[in-house]
């Protein structure tokens, strides 16, 4: 059995491993909610993914065919997805994936000691780019987060943030100078969200950047970085190692967040200008009783 007993986590798809780094017909281990699986592809590329098995232990040759009893799965923005109870949804909609011109690639998939939803609020913190950030996403002493609007979605069941400007010294792999950035964010699911910011080949569009966590349990993540970029002038290589570095910065801060859950409860934590998309975040993870990776508020 899971360790995890909240409905609304349970019934929710969650990434699980790149499309691209799983070897098709060779056993990979993971955990997903305390619960250990394993996955991979068969030979015409469709993933599989069960409750592990020891006949089949990690980096074992096996005949996909042989393997019974298997979890739903889906393959989506180049990731198997899984849900160990009943899918109450699709995946979200990323329509930019598959516009022809953009890379779509997985940044990384990164081990983090921290709760899940601690990491999206991390996320979607544009006050911190000055300090943990510094001289790339954000320079001292352009530190002002600027008014922008937030809104909780019924019809779409997500949050989004717009009107989102922040001035950076270096954007992206792209940049040849500082600029002031525009941002929106999304929050479609519980434990990911999606970045859209003004690309630096076309001011038309946005480049996309999807944070997809996996939770391995209430204090550990497995971060799946997706990146849907307009970029044609740089390496992969160079792409995936900018959005590394990034998100090395935020590990030690992240990891040293205490309580390693988040706190739902309004007093909990004082909230700034800058929070008012962790405050709806946080808002919206009570409205649908979320109690998984969280301090819920006191009734």
């Not at 999206?120 to 987060?145: A, C, K, R, S, W």
Request: one cysteine or more; hydrophobic letters at 35%; proline letters at 7%.
């Amino acid at each position: 059995m899971t360790g995890c007993t909240d409905p609304t986590i349970l019934n929710l798809w969650f990434a699980i491993g790149a499309e691209q780094e799983t070897t098709p017909c060779i056993v990979s281990d993971t955990v997903l909610l305390e619960e250990d699986l394993s996955f991979t592809l068969d030979r015409v590329g469709q993933p599989l993914v069960w409750r592990r098995d020891a006949r089949w232990p990690a980096g074992s040759v096996i005949d996909t065919s042989d393997v019974s009893v298997t979890l739903p799965v889906k393959q989506a923005y180049g990731y198997i997805w899984t849900c160990l109870g009943q899918p109450s949804a699709d995946i979200f909609p990323i329509e930019e994936y598959d516009e022809p011109d953009r890379r779509n690639l997985n940044a990384a998939s990164i081990g983090v000691n921290v709760s899940g939803p601690r990491a999206i609020e991390n996320f979607l913190d544009m006050g911190h780019f000055p300090y943990v950030h510094t001289d790339i996403l954000g320079v001292q002493p352009h530190t002002e987060v600027k008014e922008y609007d937030v809104e909780i979605s019924e019809s779409r069941d997500e949050i989004v943030a717009t009107r989102c400007r922040f001035f950076q010294p270096m954007a992206s792999t792209a940049s040849t100078g500082g600029a002031d950035v525009e941002y929106v964010y999304r929050v479609p699911h519980p434990y990911c969200s999606v970045l859209y910011k003004s690309s630096g080949q076309n001011p038309q569009r946005m480049d996309v950047i999807a944070l997809f966590l996996q939770p391995v349990n209430q204090e550990r993540v497995r971060a799946h970085m997706l990146l849907s970029m307009l970029d044609e002038a740089n390496d992969e290589r160079v792409m995936r190692r900018f959005q590394q570095t990034i998100f090395g910065q935020d590990k030690p801060i992240l990891e040293n967040q205490y309580p390693k859950k988040l706190p739902l409860d309004p007093r909990a934590e004082t909230p700034i200008r800058a929070d008012k998309s962790a405050v709806a975040y946080r808002r919206w993870l009570s409205s649908k009783g979320v109690t998984y990776g969280v301090i819920p508020a006191a009734n």
